[in-house]
């Protein structure tokens, strides 16, 4: 890729109409001073005395930031949330993001959170406690799951591209849900999807699974094998597979054909935390273009190269961070 492939796709995505469905959820950062903290007079413990309070978009939501900071044309989200305090941050943390979110509300259902009590003490040392998620133990109800199939009949006329962001085991996919993705792509709408469980489930579309996703997907002990794994998904889910592979870069697919696209070298200290959302968002946005899978590959790679730099969050990667990227390494 060249500075000018490069310019032209960041001024192609800004043409693109794009979705995204999956499982929203806010992610909720408690920063304790222990050093403030005093032996309770009830119980023979130490309180947390939270100093700090960060609030940002995850899962499906942090990929909604990320194609939001790329400027599309327009972004149409399908997700669920709960009518608790935790659906309000999550629609402020996202208009932050300038993500326009009309999550479908449910009643039945909780806002997915992921809360991360971290600590601090005399050092400079923060120390993270077990994090506390708030998941759904129930799938969508039958009212629910008909809202989501009517938002996609309507919306899939406006889309150019559609990334899915299938996470958590009760989330907004449903069976039927994964049925009506696949008609979709059978009429042409280019869907590219990241599903933590279930990514052997779909057919004619793109899929984006990490090594230990597609090793799992094909029933294999271990991720060692990864081409032959690609293969085997792309043929299986009647497939293009883009197997992501971490520092390794990442290889794509059909079953017959393979390429590799190498990682961009980044040294220091990284946060790979939301990487796999950065790099879904970017090569979603650069299918929506048109442009072949190699160089979305690589403008993927970029922009998650972006991303990992940001140590303590998620991150998003705009277009003028992408590029200074680009032009420092090459």
């Known amino acids: 890729m060249t500075i000018e492939h490069l310019n032209n796709l960041l001024q192609q995505v800004q043409k693109v109409r794009v979705g995204i469905i999956g499982d929203f959820c806010v992610d909720i950062y408690w920063l304790a001073d222990m050093t403030k903290s005093e032996l309770s007079k009830e119980t023979p413990h130490f309180p947390l005395p939270v100093m700090e309070e960060r609030v940002s978009p995850g899962a499906a939501g942090n990929v909604a930031a990320n194609l939001a900071a790329l400027k599309p044309a327009s972004l149409h989200c399908i997700g669920l949330k709960g009518t608790d305090w935790r659906g309000a941050l999550l629609e402020e943390a996202l208009a932050k993001k300038g993500v326009d979110a009309s999550l479908i509300s449910c009643p039945e259902r909780w806002t997915s959170a992921y809360c991360k009590p971290l600590r601090k003490g005399i050092s400079e040392t923060i120390y993270e406690d077990p994090r506390l998620d708030f998941l759904s133990p129930a799938a969508p109800s039958k009212e629910t799951e008909e809202q989501i199939l009517l938002l996609l009949d309507h919306l899939s006329s406006s889309m150019d591209v559609?990334?899915?962001?299938?996470?958590?085991?009760?989330?907004?996919?449903?069976?039927?849900?994964?049925?009506?993705?696949?008609?979709?792509?059978?009429?042409?709408?280019?869907?590219?999807?990241?599903?933590?469980?279930?990514?052997?489930?779909?057919?004619?579309?793109?899929?984006?699974?990490?090594?230990?996703?597609?090793?799992?997907?094909?029933?294999?002990?271990?991720?060692?094998?990864?081409?032959?794994?690609?293969?085997?998904?792309?043929?299986?889910?009647?497939?293009?597979?883009?197997?992501?592979?971490?520092?390794?870069?990442?290889?794509?697919?059909?079953?017959?054909?393979?390429r590799s696209v190498p990682a961009v070298e980044i040294s220091g200290n990284l946060d790979i935390c939301g990487a796999g959302d950065t790099f879904l968002s970017a090569f979603t946005l650069a299918v929506g273009t048109g442009c072949n899978l190699l160089r979305c590959a690589e403008f993927a790679s970029l922009a998650s190269a972006v991303t990992i730099q940001k140590i303590g969050e998620t991150g998003t990667a705009s277009a003028e961070e992408i590029r200074a990227l680009f032009c420092n390494k090459w």
């Open 162 to 258: 559609l990334a899915v962001a299938d996470q958590f085991e009760n989330g907004i996919i449903t069976a039927a849900i994964r049925d009506k993705l696949s008609d979709l792509a059978q009429q042409g709408l280019k869907i590219i999807v990241d599903s933590r469980y279930h990514i052997a489930s779909y057919r004619n579309m793109i899929l984006k699974p990490n090594e230990s996703e597609c090793a799992a997907a094909c029933g294999t002990a271990s991720p060692f094998s990864s081409e032959e794994n690609a293969r085997e998904l792309a043929i299986k889910c009647h497939a293009t597979v883009i197997e992501t592979l971490g520092e390794k870069g990442s290889i794509i697919t059909d079953g017959n054909y393979l």
